[in-house]
């Protein structure tokens, strides 16, 4: 599918008419277990590639079809589908580290995995350093002879900060280090991250790419050795794999990914234009917008802008407690990518103890983005003079 544009990889890649019915549309396959020949092989020791289906737990005809299409939209060799997002960082974690190895991790990322990290990984005697992996000096800093793994997430959830993929990739392979970036908030249409030379591309299936809120799932995307590595020596014995109906559902939505993408960004473009002029917002933080202070690595690194966006006004709790009685087109709620738009207040107070757990400097500098805290806000394929009617009205 190289020769193709990214919209017509979304619509064909990994999918085929079905060779005995001829079905144009992808079947969904939802048998846990497979009729084989005598001689099949039960041990996820001997699994090979090419070995006919024997148990969903190690693949699945409808599974292996999104994790096609997954690939080629990021440029990869291949896929391996989780049942969560979740699911695919601790697996990726596993596969990679052993006791002793060193970890380096932006300092601000997804809440599950910065708590994962905190309270699980170093029971397997991995040592960890968090740093703000927008200041290459920082990271540079930190990786050392044992560093075995840089995990980037760009933008940060949920501060909307980013960071320079393929310069922090430089320093990592120079001591022989892998990198593995989340993109989940950009998406396979904003940034490739293997393309700039990372070793793992990680999505949460659940946001963008699937993109109607309505099914878990998780992806890393990399070369096929490790990627066949990690489905054979983790993923089979952890246990997280995906449904095949979550698989089928996903693989809809990434049909149309490329076409909401843009969508996504002109809704969110318009709204944080809007809210940078309102008198109660304090501050806008958008990489699409000038007044991002990495707006000029934004236009370099992200081919689109997305629909993730951050603001700020003075009194947050009380503002979170108005906004969710007000809003009529927002949900407010978690998560974020999907069709709907989504709107949710995050105290840095509360994200400080629960999560994150910054040193003094690093909570300095997360306060340059989050303030005393955050309506993290995803926009969705509303009309864009409709959301800012509901976000005026809601505001007041």
């Not at 690939?71 to 990869?76: D, I, R």
């Not at 029971?123 to 980037?152: C, P």
């Not at 999907?338 to 400080?352: A, G, K, P, V, W």
Request: aromatic share 8%; glycine share 8%.
């Amino acid at each position: 599918m190289k020769q193709y544009n990214i919209q017509t990889q979304a619509v064909h890649a990994g999918e085929s008419p079905d060779p005995t019915t001829g079905a144009s549309s992808p079947n969904l396959v939802m048998s846990s277990t497979y009729v084989t020949e005598a001689d099949a092989v039960f041990s996820a020791n001997d699994l090979t590639p090419d070995i006919p289906y024997i148990y969903t737990r190690w693949a699945n005809p409808t599974t292996k079809q999104l994790e096609k299409k997954l690939a080629v939209l990021e440029n990869g060799e291949a896929a391996l589908a989780f049942a969560t997002g979740m699911a695919a960082i601790t697996n990726l974690f596993l596969y990679l580290l052993k006791p002793g190895d060193h970890l380096v991790m932006s300092d601000v990322a997804y809440a599950g995995n910065v708590e994962f990290v905190h309270e699980t990984l170093p029971n397997f005697g991995v040592e960890v350093s968090f740093v703000n992996m927008s200041n290459l000096d920082s990271v540079a800093e930190a990786i050392r002879a044992n560093t075995k793994l840089v995990y980037v997430e760009s933008p940060a959830n949920p501060i909307m900060r980013l960071t320079d993929i393929k310069a922090v990739t430089k320093l990592a392979h120079a001591v022989g280090a892998e990198v593995a970036v989340d993109s989940t908030f950009a998406t396979p249409i904003a940034t490739r991250p293997l393309d700039l030379g990372a070793d793992y591309a990680i999505h949460s299936l659940t946001k963008y790419i699937g993109g109607h809120g309505d099914a878990l799932g998780g992806v890393v995307i990399g070369r096929a050795e490790q990627i066949n590595g990690l489905r054979q020596t983790v993923s089979i014995h952890m246990g997280g794999t995906i449904s095949p109906f979550n698989s089928w559902l996903i693989m809809r939505g990434a049909v149309t990914l490329p076409l909401r993408m843009r969508a996504h960004e002109i809704g969110a473009l318009n709204v944080a234009q809007f809210l940078e002029e309102h008198p109660k917002v304090t501050r806008v933080m958008y990489p699409g917008l000038p007044s991002h202070p990495q707006h000029e690595l934004a236009q370099h690194q992200m081919a689109n802008f997305s629909g993730m966006l951050t603001f700020q006004v003075e009194d947050g709790p009380a503002m979170a407690q108005q906004l969710s009685k007000q809003l009529k087109v927002f949900h407010y709620a978690v998560s974020l990518g999907h069709h709907r738009s989504l709107i949710f207040y995050l105290s840095t107070e509360n994200m400080q103890r629960s999560t994150f757990r910054l040193s003094p400097a690093g909570l300095a500098r997360y306060r340059q983005f989050a303030g005393d805290g955050i309506f993290r806000t995803s926009i969705g394929i509303e009309d864009p003079h409709d959301l800012c009617d509901d976000l005026a009205q809601a505001l007041g």
